[in-house]
């Protein structure tokens, strides 16, 4: 969980319009008022590809389907 609110909507589409207007990371993150750390994360991490928390599991999905 981050220390700051989360980004709305409407702050991830201004970032990315931002972004392929050709603003800098560091212009961006003025303009928004978010940090540097955030703004790359919406431009360069897809929604998708986020890190799930917790361990990582010892069992592969066939180990696990055979276990039920």
Known sequence: ?????ALTD???GRILGLHEA???LRKI???VERSVG???RVIYVPPTQ?????PATS????EL???V
């Open 1 to 5: 969980m981050g220390r700051g609110p």
């Open 10 to 12: 409407f702050e991830r």
């Open 22 to 24: 050709g603003f800098g």
């Open 29 to 31: 993150a003025r303009k």
């Open 38 to 40: 955030a703004v790359q």
């Open 50 to 54: 986020c890190k799930k928390p917790g």
């Open 59 to 62: 069992l592969s999905d066939r």
């Open 65 to 67: 389907r055979l276990l």
